[in-house]
């Protein structure tokens, strides 16, 4: 008995892993390697199907990400299957999905990145608009209050850290720097977070603070909760905060510029950098802002809106193009235009606020990574936005990237061509 149950069970590892090795496996590839192409290229996309199925391929081919151009079902070649040809003459982004069975890719690619425009006018008085705003929080007296410090080391401390401002919340955050520091020596770090309330990743943290500070040389480094709210409390309160006041706070005042929620988010990034820039131990140069969806959002803002800022690392920024969804794209997140509402309004009021238009004034360093199969934040969007700043740019096109981080599959690619050079620019700025 103990003999035919040893030998079931190897039998049934020895199937099963047959079953496994077996399974098809899709890969897609695209002519150029970047997904990026000139004007009148030709893109082909090909499709890979490893080991033997009859199972058929779905494609849906979308331009511009909403326009359903091409769909049709293959039947898998033992090769390899050419289920996309095109071109385009003018600069638009196409987003092929196959599907089979369980499994789904997506491979993206963009025509003429360069020349893509917002889909609004900058406002003409977007200049007077926000140096009026600026000169509300220089009149309004600093006042900065300290709570307890979070380092264990001597060499460094991290105050939970409130500041007073314009906007309808006071700024919060965790302000780390090393104890010790000689006047005009140390650079600028300003985190920001991601959208939401109650997860981590939009929370400020006393350690990654003090991560920032510890590099280089040492940074003064501000870890910015977007919300103005408290830090470092029980998850009741932000769940709280989600349920109620900040409920899809990014659709609160939408067609009124003094109301819309992203002007007391930018305020208090503002607000940070006239705090953090006042201190001694500033080099007077360098100010770096680090931030992912809609944190790589406020970190295009800060750059549009002062010029001391340097350098933005800015990861599938949110907060870019909105007017997109005016001209046949769609906008970056939260994709406003297409929320209901007074369109007159909207029209007049959230150019105020793109970064499309806010980064015409800058001159920074701009590093941002864009995913091509990205349906939050378009990569059309993210083009038009930075093609208006005048500063160097360092751009990380990423055919295979949604708006969530790639598979494991995916990231010893990606860890080794975008991730690492990301980080390493940070590393050598801050030296």
């Known amino acids: 008995m103990k003999n035919f149950i040893l030998l079931s069970f190897v039998l049934f590892l020895i199937l099963g892993s047959v079953s496994f090795a077996q399974s098809p496996t899709l890969v897609l590839k695209q002519t150029s390697e970047t997904g990026i192409y000139a004007k009148g290229e030709k893109i ?6 490893q080991n033997p199925t009859s199972d058929s391929l779905f494609v849906v081919v979308r331009k511009n990400n909403k326009q359903i151009i091409f769909k049709k079902a293959f039947l898998p070649e033992a ?5 996309f040809e095109g071109s385009s003459n003018k600069p638009c982004s196409f987003m092929v999905e196959v599907r089979m069975k369980e499994q789904k890719q997506l491979i993206g690619m963009i025509v003429d990145p360069q020349k893509i425009k917002p889909g609004t006018k900058s406002p003409k008085d977007l200049n007077a608009y926000w140096e009026k705003e600026k000169q509300s929080l220089k009149a309004l007296q600093l006042d900065v209050k300290f709570g307890r410090n979070e380092s264990q080391e001597y060499e460094f401390v991290c105050f939970d850290t409130e500041i007073n401002c314009t906007g309808p919340k006071p700024t919060r955050g965790y302000f780390a720097r090393p104890t010790k520091a000689a006047p005009k020596s140390l650079p600028i770090v300003l985190l920001v977070h991601a959208a939401g309330v109650k997860g981590s990743w939009c929370k400020a943290e006393a350690k990654e603070a003090l991560r920032y500070a510890k590099m280089g040389n040492g940074t003064m480094c501000f870890d910015l909760n977007a919300h103005g709210m408290l830090n470092g409390q029980p998850d009741e309160y932000y769940n709280d905060l989600d349920a109620g006041e900040l409920k899809d706070y990014y659709l609160q005042g939408l067609e009124n510029r003094e109301e819309f929620y992203f002007r007391g988010m930018y305020l208090r990034l503002i607000r940070t950098l006239d705090f953090l820039t006042k201190l001694p131990e500033w080099d007077g140069k360098r100010i770096l802002v680090i931030g992912e969806s809609q944190g790589g959002g406020q970190a295009l803002a800060a750059a549009g809106l002062d010029s001391r800022v340097s350098a933005v690392v800015a990861t599938v920024p949110a907060m870019c193009d909105w007017g997109g969804t005016l001209v046949d794209r769609k906008g970056g997140w939260p994709m406003p235009f297409e929320r209901p509402g007074d369109m007159k309004k909207m029209k007049k009021a959230l150019p105020y606020f793109d970064a499309a238009n806010l980064l015409k004034n800058s001159k920074a360093t701009i590093v941002v990574e864009i995913g091509l199969v990205d349906q939050t934040c378009p990569s059309t969007s993210i083009y038009a936005a930075i093609n208006q ?4 740019k360092i751009i990380y096109p990423v055919p295979y990237r949604e708006h969530t981080w790639p598979t494991a599959a995916q990231r010893s690619d990606w860890d080794k061509k975008v991730f690492g050079p990301k ?8 030296k």
């Open 44 to 49: 082909r996309v090909m499709a890979f199907v």
């Open 79 to 83: 090769d390899s299957l050419l289920i």
């Open 389 to 392: 700043a005048k500063g160097e």
């Open 423 to 430: 980080n390493s620019f940070v590393e050598d700025y801050l």
